[in-house]
């Protein structure tokens, strides 16, 4: 009996005991998903950069409007050849909104007319206690040990349950298949592209992070946006947060967001 | 038995014709969807589910409801509910098949379903009902197979299946109120995050399994004269009652919880459903109403003994109310999670006509699983002399 079999046997063997002594809705709700690695030695490299808790934080007011944001997202589909689909089925990475849209439940019909007005970038956030990663029933979608919620697009099988329980639209499923709506060759040849039936994300750049470089987005803003360790109280993060208003998205919902808005 | 299938009039397979040509039909434009994905389908970045999740979970439902027959007959002993038991037990296993294809319809990437075996996610509740709706196939179709063979046999069923009879009384509540966690506890989503869901859930189920399975019963006998029973029918239409009532009363506290609290967030889907939006009426609102207008009539016709034992009020009051738990199952309950957005605006959608092709092709599947079923149970009732009375 191989190792796959007998891990399958014992959680099915628990899922069916925790069903029939009625545990299910507690064994349900909490946890969540940890990638498993392959048999091997892996090893981050000496360049990566390293954090227990990624986090960013947006200067918003450092940002005079859309135009502002133009070469971030621009940096960002770039970086991870997303394509642009007009219309309802866009795959979206970082992309911006109104203030009533990103942070509904904080809208004030007088709010000052700057804030209101002002478009906002939106993306994952990464969240501590992430709900695509517990209701993904695959682990193709996964928090990795510093915070960052990453996925495997070739174990995700495009049931869609993690763009259902993110409150934040962050998610996008290939409805069509990305690589037509992509120039040839495409932006950045050394990022996988997509296929059509799997749902993507931002990833934070883990790619680049390993590497040593920031994200592209982050690099892109000039300053404006901030990255850096959550859990280091002398990161520039967290200095920016000690000293500085800041709000997250949906915060009620108790998903903890890796991502800061200075207001 | 398989045998029983061999000697049917010819009408039955002309039947079966039919089903074959309309799944290969339908199948076609399911192949067109392999080819260029769910871009066929009117979902979109907002609106990730659409028809085929809210016909899966509408026919566990189906499935679930077979228990409204098994209950009263092995819990309480009520005989008159054994001769129509193995039609409910074989619809439950025709509704599964349709579930677990109407999953297999939604997934972008059908090929790797069974990853979700090859890497179980204990903390998912997709993982559970996957698992406990292959459990649930499995008991209805030992447990219908080995007491229909029992029956052909003139012996009572093995003592070994009752344990497993009882196992799936509770598997039948397990299977429906999983499927309603998976909305149940979703964060953000202000439409399903509320604690009755489970139990909307099983009492639609409960009303609208049984309304299907009566309907089926009155068209076998008059295709030929099977009888169930006239104190059978005559119960079940009353569990049909309770349940429908306890399923309006549900929906009503929902409203009571929406409107009286006042939370934008818990009335704004329930708003959309009913009046649209910007003063412009969904037309998923038109059916929302109708299915408030059905609902009511329906009950307003069961609940009265003297028309709800009427020949022609009663299959015409069981289709009303199969249609109003249908809508609100079947449409508002994926359209009023999605709607309003994760954005609080407005996406629309509107399942598009390949979309339902696909769907209708399933639930002719469905049909084809329950005609061949249930003829093998037709013909050994006839056999063993438990046809009428």
Redesign the interface.
């Known amino acids: 009996m191989n190792k796959?079999r007998r891990?399958?046997l014992k959680?099915?063997g628990?899922?069916?005991f925790?069903?029939?002594s009625g545990i299910?809705?507690q064994?349900?709700?909490?946890?969540?998903?940890n990638a498993k690695l392959a048999p091997g030695s892996y090893a981050k490299g000496d360049a990566a950069l390293r954090a227990r808790r990624w986090a960013m934080v947006i200067d918003t007011r450092k940002f005079a409007g859309p135009r502002d944001y133009e070469p971030l997202m621009e940096a960002c589909r770039q970086e991870h050849n997303v394509p642009s689909i007009p219309?309802?089925?866009?795959i979206?990475w970082f992309w911006l909104?109104s203030y009533?849209?990103?942070f509904?439940d904080d809208m004030n019909a007088h709010l000052d007319t700057k804030t209101r007005e002002a478009a906002y970038p939106l993306l994952c956030n990464h969240c501590s206690n992430p709900?695509c990663v517990?209701?993904?029933?695959?682990?193709?979608t996964y928090k990795m040990e510093d915070g960052i919620v990453a996925m495997d697009y070739h174990?995700?099988?495009?049931?869609?349950?993690c763009?259902?329980?993110?409150?934040?639209?962050a998610r996008?499923?290939?409805?069509?298949?990305p690589r037509g709506f992509l120039p040839n060759p495409v932006p950045n040849p050394s990022f996988p592209t997509r296929?059509?039936?799997?749902?993507e994300k931002c990833t934070f750049c883990a790619e680049r992070l390993a590497m040593g470089k920031m994200p592209a987005c982050v690099e892109a803003s000039e300053g404006r946006i901030l990255f850096g360790d959550l859990e280091d109280a002398d990161s520039k993060v967290r200095r920016a947060l000690a000293a500085n208003f800041s709000i997250r998205r949906?915060p009620s919902?108790?998903?903890q967001p890796g991502v800061y808005y200075l207001i | 038995m398989l045998e029983k299938l061999l000697s049917a009039p010819k009408t039955y397979y002309v039947w079966l014709g039919f089903l074959l040509c309309l799944i290969a039909g339908c199948a076609t434009v399911y192949w067109q969807q392999l080819q260029t994905g769910l871009s066929i389908t009117g979902m979109n970045r907002d609106v990730s589910w659409g028809l085929y999740i809210s016909q899966f979970t509408y026919f566990v439902g189906v499935a679930a409801s077979a228990v409204m027959l098994v209950l009263p007959a092995y819990f309480h002993h009520y005989k008159k509910f054994k001769r129509m038991i193995i039609f409910g037990e074989f619809m439950a296993v025709a509704a599964v098949v349709m579930c677990a294809l109407f999953i297999v319809v939604d997934l972008g990437q059908p090929q790797r379903m069974l990853n979700v075996m090859l890497h179980p996610t204990p903390n998912s509740v997709m993982f559970y009902d996957m698992m406990v709706l292959i459990g649930y196939l499995t008991l209805n179709i030992i447990i219908g197979w080995v007491t229909l063979e029992a029956e052909r046999l003139g012996v009572e069923p093995p003592k070994w299946v009752k344990p497993l009879i009882y196992l799936s009384i509770l598997w039948a509540f397990s299977i429906h109120t999983v499927t309603a966690f998976l909305y149940a506890g979703i964060p953000g989503r202000h439409y399903w995050l509320t604690a009755i869901m489970a139990a909307r859930f099983l009492s639609s189920a409960f009303c609208s399994g049984p309304s299907i399975l009566l309907l089926l019963v009155f068209l076998v006998r008059r295709l030929t004269g099977f009888d169930p029973g006239k104190d059978a029918v005559k119960t079940l239409s009353t569990i049909i009652v309770y349940a429908m009532c306890v399923n309006v009363f549900f929906y009503v506290l929902e409203l009571f919880t929406a409107f009286y609290s006042q939370i934008p967030g818990h009335a704004e889907p329930i708003v959309f459903l009913f009046a649209g939006h910007d003063g412009h009426l969904a037309w998923v609102s038109y059916w929302m109403w109708a299915a408030v207008a059905m609902a009511f009539i329906s009950l307003a016709i069961l609940i009265p003994p003297s028309l709800r034992t009427h020949p022609v009020l009663l299959p015409l009051a069981l289709v009303m109310l199969v249609a109003a738990t249908w809508i609100d199952k079947g449409l508002g309950l994926l359209i009023g999670g999605f709607t309003p957005n994760m954005y609080e605006s407005i996406t629309p959608y509107m399942p598009t006509v390949r979309e339902v092709i696909v769907a209708l092709g399933v639930y002719a599947i469905g049909a084809l699983v329950l005609s061949i079923l249930w003829k093998i149970a037709i013909g050994v009732k006839q056999e063993a002399g438990n046809f009428s009375d």
Do not use: W
């Open positions: 796959s891990s399958f959680v099915a628990f899922s069916v925790a069903l029939s299910v809705a064994a349900a709700v909490p946890g969540t998903a219309d309802a089925r866009n979206k909104d009533e849209h990103t509904p709900p517990r209701v993904c029933p695959t682990q193709a174990r995700c099988i495009g049931c869609r349950f763009m259902a329980g993110c409150p934040y639209g996008s499923f290939n409805f069509k298949d296929m059509i039936g799997v749902v949906k919902l108790g998903t």
